[in-house]
T-cell receptor, first 111, second 115 residues
Framework: AQSVTQPDIHITVSEGASLELRCNYSYGATPYLFWYVQSPGQGLQLLLKYFSGDTLVQGIKGFEAEFKRSQSSFNLRKPSVHWSDAAEYFC?????????FGAGTRLTVKP | GAVVSQHPSWVICKSGTSVKIECRSL??????MFWYRQFPKQSLMLMATSNEGSKATYEQGVEKDKFLINHASLTLSTLTVTSAHPEDSSFYIC???????????FGSGTRLTVV
């Protein structure tokens, strides 16, 4: 079955530390891939997306993600986390106009 | 950039009444819009895909007679929760697909509380 998996429900990192949020998908072909961030009670903001080409994608707020076909992964990274990055992060895939979301990873940032 | 306006941002209604939520694409035309439901601390679950000028496509398990979707123009889709019950209380989010930019833009969500 087609699915999007975010293995980590909750991650805590110290401010200034690096961050990696994992995302794996299971689709027959390479879908379009997205990372969104959601603050409490808010809608979703697009951080970055991958359609094709360079497998390392740069996004807003200093985030980047790397598509690895062999691992069916699209992990999100940031070299130095800021307190304002605390939020819920969702990986999403769009396979032929059918967008599905992972369960989300909640990021807590320690001072 | 593309902006989607969702209104109202929150609503409280009595059990048995109906509530309409609007989703507007402000600076682009959206032939396709999507409605999601999100329970606390959970992910977004696709409820239905709204296509301009045609019937919405509902996901399995979503009652189409309870969640009425209308997409009468290229910039507006509405979700009406009919005869609302407390179990319908949730966070509803719409998104619109910007075909010129290939992107999905999300509204800010509507918190529905049925009392």
């Amino acid at each position: 079955a087609q699915s999007v998996t975010q293995p980590d429900i909750h991650i805590t990192v110290s401010e200034g530390a690096s961050l990696e949020l994992r995302c794996n998908y299971s689709y027959g072909a390479t879908p379009y891939l997205f990372w969104y961030v959601q603050s409490p009670g808010q809608g979703l903001q697009l951080l970055l997306k991958y359609f094709s080409g360079d497998t390392l994608v740069q996004g807003i707020k200093g985030f980047e993600a790397e598509f690895k076909r062999s691992q069916s992964s699209f992990n999100l990274r940031k070299p130095s986390v800021h307190w304002s990055d605390a939020a819920e992060y969702f990986c999403a895939v769009d396979n032929n106009n059918d967008m599905r979301f992972g369960a989300g990873t909640r990021l807590t940032v320690k001072p | 950039g593309a902006v989607v306006s969702q209104h109202p941002s929150w609503v409280i209604c009595k059990s048995g009444t109906s509530v309409k939520i609007e989703c507007r694409s402000l600076d682009f035309q959206a032939t396709t819009m999507f409605w999601y439901r999100q329970f606390p601390k959970q992910s977004l679950m696709l409820m239905a895909t709204s296509n301009e000028g045609s019937k919405a496509t509902y996901e399995q398990g979503v009652e189409k007679d309870k969640f009425l979707i209308n997409h009468a123009s290229l910039t507006l889709s509405t979700l009406t929760v009919t005869s609302a019950h407390p179990e319908d209380s949730s966070f509803y989010i719409c998104s619109a697909r910007d075909t010129t930019n290939y992107g999905y833009t999300f509204g800010s969500g509507t918190r529905l509380t049925v009392v």
